[in-house]
């Protein structure tokens, strides 16, 4: 049996990126890209003010104040977008709006809020408050200098990096393409919600579940119907959704059970199992496997074990397909308000909900079928074979809703 390391490393071994598209920006958002970006401008792009105000030579206003205000002549407007033709020079100001280009001479600007226009001639300027040199203003290449790398290949085109990348003048970007995943549900007890039930039927939860990890880690989830337990049904939705998939998730039918055929369907296709079990809790009958160069992710039907499994093993397989270099989930320190003791040989995989201290409460009965539980928690705590975390314990918790 492997440990979850060694699980996800010989999964990822096995992973290229899917190749790249070209996307417009817009189009771009969570996407990772395929390309590095080094900025062809400087940004801001010249000194420009950051208050709506008057442009001023700081040394004509040292020690104004609203008694004693120091007058200044206005000599012009200068709009953002334009640009300013003349100099400033002594005893003079320019007014200046947030984004406007300072007009040559000027090296401060005062805000409106410490200005009067006087009364009878609305050229004259009261200045009210002094200002340091330099102050108000935004320096052209202070956030981004041309030539400067902005994004790497492999990191994600995040809300601010697509601004980032917008504002140095980028329209299109090459990113990876993302991964459509089939999901399929194997078991003949399963029936889809919002039909009736027949004794010993349950509703299927799987496929819902699974598809918003899918969609979360950025691949497109493609749901199949529901596969009743023989080989030849297996079989034959496998092939169908590893024709038209990019990776294929199953639910169920990996155990031991006599009605369990996801693995023998697989090899029928003349997929290659690469492993089947790994040593955690929930979840240790997962199966993964390599047909062409697509890929199987076989979790459990147990709906707790099913979303675990896809977590640990799954994900970091999923988003290293679009490209990523950051695959593993993220994760942060945490105080446990519960005693947890895990008494088995597999680590536990323990399901808890953090609050605003980031104190972890564990949520609840921890059975693989117990979907309550999972549903209340944020994340898991990793808790080793034969080993009892106190209540006040530090811990971390890895975050699923990520
Ligand atoms: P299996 O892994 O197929 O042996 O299933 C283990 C348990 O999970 C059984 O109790 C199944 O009824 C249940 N189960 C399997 N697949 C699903 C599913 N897609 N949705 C809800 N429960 C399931
Ligand atoms: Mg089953």
């Given amino acids: 049996m492997l440990e979850l390391e060694e699980a996800v490393e010989n999964i990822l071994s096995q992973i290229e990126p899917l190749p790249p598209e070209t996307v417009s920006l817009s189009n771009a958002h969570g996407r990772y890209s395929a390309q590095p970006f080094v900025s062809g401008v400087d940004l801001p792009p010249f000194d420009n003010s950051a208050m709506d105000g008057y442009a001023v030579l700081a040394s004509d206003v040292v020690a104004p104040t609203s008694d004693h205000p120091v007058l200044l002549r206005l000599t012009g407007k200068v709009a953002a977008g334009e640009t300013f033709a003349g100099t400033i020079t002594p005893g003079t100001c320019v007014r200046i709006f947030t984004g406007s280009p300072l007009p040559p001479g000027a090296d401060a600007v005062v805000m409106q809020e410490d200005t009067r226009v006087d009364t009878n001639d609305t050229d004259k300027i009261w200045i009210t408050d002094s200002v340091k040199p330099l102050e108000n203003v935004r320096f052209r290449g202070e956030d981004v200098r041309a030539g400067m790398p902005i994004l790497q290949a492999g990191e994600r085109l995040t809300g601010p990096v697509c601004g980032l990348l917008g504002a140095t003048g980028i329209a299109f970007a090459s990113v990876f393409r993302q991964p459509i995943v089939g999901l399929l549900a194997t078991g003949s007890e399963l ?21 918003g990890f899918i969609q979360n880690c950025g691949a497109i989830p493609k749901v199949y119907p529901l596969i009743e337990d023989t080989l030849d049904a297996t079989v034959s939705a496998m092939e169908k959704a590893f024709s038209e998939c990019d990776a294929v998730v199953t639910s169920g039918g990996v155990s031991v059970g006599e009605f369990d055929f996801v693995k023998a369907a697989f090899e029928r296709l003349g997929g290659e199992l690469s492993f089947w079990k790994v040593a955690i809790k929930p979840g240790k009958p997962f199966v993964f496997g390599r047909l062409n160069n697509k890929f199987l992710f076989g979790v459990p039907g147990n709906p ?3 979303l675990v499994t896809f977590f640990l093993l799954a994900r970091p397989a999923l988003l290293r397909l679009q490209g990523a270099v950051k695959v593993r989930p993220l994760s942060h320190p945490a105080i446990l308000t ?4 895990n008494k088995g040989d597999r680590r536990h995989f323990v399901r808890v909900a953090v609050d605003e201290e980031a104190n972890a409460h564990p949520t609840g009965i921890q059975a693989s079928h117990i979907l309550s539980s999972l549903a209340k928690a944020d994340g898991l705590v990793d808790v080793p074979p034969r080993t009892e975390f106190r209540q006040g314990s530090a811990v971390r918790v890895i975050r699923w809703d990520q």
């Fill in 191 to 211: 029936v889809e919600p919002g039909q009736p039930l027949r004794p010993g039927q349950i509703y299927e939860s799987n496929r819902v579940g699974l598809s």
């Fill in 304 to 306: 707790v074990s099913a």
């Fill in 338 to 341: 519960m005693p947890i003791h």
